[in-house]
């Protein structure tokens, strides 16, 4: 596609519910990353994925954040038992290789947790 | 671990007047430098980078260069304009497979 695509672009989820947000990278970009940010705060790493294969998760706050990429293209990033404190802005970014080159972010989901 | 502090803002200036914001880092090996821009209801773009020391990264008016003895990668733009009204993060990566570190951004606002 023209660029990274995130959907939904708004979500509220009432505490203790579960969310899946969902990121489109730039077609044929190898690497794909996902960080959160929080108001007023730069993007925070969450976990990096070059292909299928997550070769980097140790930005994920808890364990209920898991992310997967099964086909090597399209990448969701789900948080289960949603808590106020997720509250944020979830960005992705794709790389067509490995970090150092050009990495381009979507617009981002916005989520809250009321 | 890799840090980058930059300078914090609101940083408000008049249309045509001289920019810095500073930026500087803590990195293990080499990182490449990056600055990030954000306007209003948009993504981050890529402004500008530099991949070693001394390398001067430029685009749209914009320039910073890599200053590896001084951990600094400050922005600097001679003119500014009202458009150029947005966020603006420093970053670094220290190379391979890992994400970008970025700093908390800097707000500035260009009045006419």
């Known amino acids: 596609g023209a660029g990274v695509s995130q959907s939904p672009r708004y979500k509220v989820a009432k505490r203790g519910q579960d969310v899946a947000l969902r990121c489109d990278p730039i077609s044929g970009h190898v690497s794909l990353f996902w960080y959160q940010q929080a108001l007023g705060q730069g993007p925070e790493f969450l976990t990096y994925?070059?292909?299928?294969?997550?070769?980097?998760k140790s930005g994920l706050p808890s364990d209920r954040f898991f992310a997967e990429r099964p086909e090597g293209s399209v990448s969701t990033l789900k948080i289960q038992r949603t808590q106020q404190e997720d509250s944020a802005v979830y960005l992705c970014?794709?790389?067509?290789?490995?970090?150092?080159?050009?990495?381009?972010f979507g617009q981002g989901t916005r989520l809250t947790v009321v | 671990g890799n840090s980058v502090t930059q300078m914090e803002g609101p940083v408000t200036l008049s249309e045509e007047a001289f920019l810095t914001i500073n930026c500087t880092y803590t990195?293990?090996?080499?990182?490449?430098l990056f600055w990030y821009v954000q306007y209003p209801g948009e993504g981050l773009q890529l402004l500008l980078k530099a991949t070693k020391a001394d390398d001067k990264g430029s685009n749209k008016g914009f320039e910073a260069t890599y200053r590896k003895e001084t951990t600094s990668f400050h922005l600097e733009k001679g003119s500014v304009q009202v458009s150029d009204s947005a966020v603006y993060f420093c970053?670094?990566?220290?190379?391979?497979?890992?994400?970008?570190?970025f700093g908390k951004g800097t707000h500035l606002i260009i009045q006419p």
């Open positions: 970053a670094l990566t220290g190379g391979g497979a890992d994400g970008l570190t």
């Open positions: 994925f070059q292909n299928e294969a997550q070769l980097d």
């Open positions: 990195a293990t090996g080499y990182p490449s």
């Open positions: 970014a794709s790389s067509l290789v490995a970090s150092g080159t050009e990495a381009f």
